[in-house]
């Protein structure tokens, strides 16, 4: 539905607008502000590593930081399964 304002035209030749009009008889609702949306806080004890389902048994974990690389690989197939590399790019 469209609006229309009013206009008139004083006595003195002066134009004045009035208030809008609804064209048709519904009325249009105020914009609401958007709400946050609060996210529910994670359980304070992390999930237990073990009771997780193995997807796969010969991935490598790769954390990549600013400065430092770790790569964890299972336990049994080295004997340092984390190393830690450094970066090569200037700081």
Do not use: C
């Not at 009013?6 to 958007?34: F, H, I, L, Y």
């Not at 197939?77 to 200037?90: A, C, M």
Request: aromatic share 4%; no cysteine; hydrophobic share 30%.
């Amino acid at each position: 539905m469209a609006k229309t304002k009013t206009t008139s035209k004083a006595p003195d030749g002066r134009v004045t607008s009035g208030s809008p009009v609804q064209a048709g008889s519904q009325k249009r609702k105020p914009a609401r502000k958007a709400k946050r949306v609060r996210r529910k806080a994670r359980a304070q004890n992390p999930a237990n590593v073990e009771s997780r389902p193995l997807l796969e048994p010969n991935a490598a974990g790769i954390d990549i930081g600013i400065r430092e690389m770790y790569v964890a690989v299972p336990p049994d197939r080295d004997e340092h399964p984390i190393r830690v590399f450094d970066t090569f790019t200037g700081t």
